[in-house]
């Protein structure tokens, strides 16, 4: 199983201290992070996309390529790209250039996005929404097989013969399809024979296992090969379960009851949280050996190839962040690996 981390590179306020990081000092700790997952031999660093002011992480690709100058073998994903929104070309161009930085590293991941803020930002309607992600999935995919392309379509401009560089390190760029709970979405991943990530963030795992039988069945209808799961989860590792839940608990409250508060949820209490990081709870925060345990607890369910944990659901201090990144490389990934061969 490969193992690794995702952020959004959030910027939110941390218990105890009076002013927001500056967003400068704010990418240079994430650079940290990505050096020191890299160095400690975790599989995957990724990041997300959001357009929001809480976030530093509204060009992905320009981090990534940050990261692949200074990381020597951990993957580089973005987690994920908010395809709708985007230019499947640039998108290409941005992930094979941080390729070939890279030697091979690198990595898409595409969804829908859990926020709508780039639509309108970059003038697209929110009424497209679906027609949008599947067009220019298609076309993404498209780029991946060929150097010269003529392409047709209803939302972007067309493609007559033309070539698309550079072309990447690899003989073609992983492209992961990220789902949350639509049936739909996981069966048209199966089908187009991409690997699934399942984001995982509530409720309890197990909920989410038709998920894994339906993108199989996908792929089986259109005669393609079974592909691989990830599962990305919210989560934070430190030497004890109670200090783990301590650092956590008023960073995920924070970003929680913000985006509660524009949905309409609840603000969230410690129970709740509590209740979330127990085995058969969403949420992997605990010490070493419960994460350890969650992980082989979900492979049970899933029989994933990848798991990958955002440790950062807000901002926490970040020698706690090193920390946990620290013992999931030393004391989890060794251990999982084994288990699991």
Same mark, same amino acid.
């Given at each position: 199983?490969?193992?690794?981390?995702?952020t &959004?590179?959030?910027?939110t306020?941390?218990?105890?201290?009076?002013?927001?990081?500056?967003?400068?000092?704010?990418?240079?700790?994430?650079?940290?992070?990505?050096e020191?997952?890299?160095?400690?031999?975790l599989?995957?660093f990724? /990041?997300g996309?959001?357009?929001?002011?809480?976030?530093?992480?509204?060009?992905?690709?320009?981090?990534?390529?940050?990261?692949?100058?200074?990381?020597?073998?951990?993957?580089?994903?973005?987690?994920v790209?908010?395809?709708?929104?985007?230019?499947?070309?640039?998108?290409?161009?941005?992930?094979?250039?941080?390729?070939?930085?890279s030697?091979?590293?690198?990595?898409?991941?595409?969804?829908?996005?859990?926020?709508?803020?780039?639509?309108?930002? &970059?003038?697209?309607?929110?009424?497209?929404?679906?027609?949008?992600?599947?067009?220019k999935?298609?076309?993404?995919?498209?780029?991946?097989?060929?150097?010269?392309?003529?392409?047709?379509?209803?939302?972007?401009?067309?493609?007559?013969?033309?070539?698309?560089?550079?072309?990447?390190?690899?003989?073609?760029?992983?492209?992961?399809?990220?789902?949350?709970?639509?049936?739909?979405?996981?069966?048209?991943?199966?089908?187009?024979?991409?690997p699934?990530?399942?984001? /995982?963030?509530?409720?309890?795992?197990?909920?989410?296992?038709?998920?894994?039988? /339906?993108?199989?069945?996908?792929?089986?209808d259109?005669?393609?090969?079974?592909?691989?799961?990830?599962?990305?989860?919210?989560?934070?590792?430190?030497?004890?379960?109670?200090?783990?839940?301590?650092?956590?608990?008023?960073?995920?409250?924070?970003?929680?009851?913000?985006?509660?508060?524009?949905?309409?949820?609840?603000?969230?209490?410690?129970?709740?949280?509590?209740?979330?990081?127990?085995l058969k709870?969403?949420?992997?925060?605990?010490?070493?050996?419960?994460?350890?345990?969650?992980?082989?607890?979900?492979?049970?369910?899933?029989?994933?190839?990848?798991?990958?944990?955002?440790?950062?659901?807000?901002?926490?201090?970040?020698?706690?962040?090193?920390?946990?990144?620290?013992?999931?490389?030393?004391?989890?990934?060794?251990?999982?690996?084994?288990?699991?061969?």
């Open positions: 199983m490969e193992l690794g981390i995702y &959004f590179v959030e910027n306020p941390i218990e105890g201290e009076s002013e927001l990081q500056h967003p400068a000092k704010r990418l240079n700790q994430l650079m940290e992070e990505i020191l997952a890299d160095e400690l031999g599989d995957v990724a /990041i996309e959001h357009h929001r002011e809480e976030y530093v992480s509204s060009s992905p690709s320009t981090l990534l390529a940050a990261a692949a100058a200074c990381t020597k073998n951990i993957k580089l994903s973005s987690a790209t908010v395809l709708g929104s985007e230019d499947p070309v640039r998108v290409y161009q941005q992930f094979s250039t941080i390729d070939l930085l030697k091979g590293r690198a990595e898409i991941m595409v969804g829908r996005g859990s926020f709508v803020e780039s639509f309108p930002l &970059f003038g697209h309607d929110l009424q497209d929404y679906e027609e949008l992600f599947l067009e999935l298609q076309l993404l995919m498209k780029l991946r097989e060929k150097e010269v392309i003529s392409w047709e379509g209803k939302h972007r401009p067309s493609i007559d013969h033309r070539g698309v560089y550079p072309r990447p390190y690899q003989d073609k760029l992983p492209v992961w399809r990220a789902v949350g709970g639509t049936p739909k979405s996981a069966y048209e991943a199966g089908a187009m024979g991409m699934m990530a399942i984001a /995982i963030i509530g409720g309890q795992p197990s909920q989410f296992k038709q998920m894994v039988d /339906i993108h199989k069945r996908g792929a089986a259109y005669d393609q090969p079974e592909q691989r799961v990830s599962i990305n989860s919210h989560g934070f590792i430190a030497d004890t379960t109670e200090e783990a839940a301590d650092i956590a608990f008023p960073a995920f409250k924070t970003t929680m009851d913000k985006i509660g508060k524009e949905r309409g949820w609840p603000p969230m209490s410690r129970q709740q949280f509590d209740a979330s990081i127990t709870g969403a949420n992997a925060v605990g010490n070493p050996q419960d994460i350890i345990d969650k992980i082989m607890y979900q492979h049970e369910i899933f029989g994933h190839d990848r798991f990958l944990l955002q440790m950062s659901v807000g901002s926490v201090p970040h020698e706690k962040l090193l920390r946990s990144i620290e013992l999931f490389a030393k004391e989890v990934a060794p251990v999982v690996r084994e288990k699991l061969g």
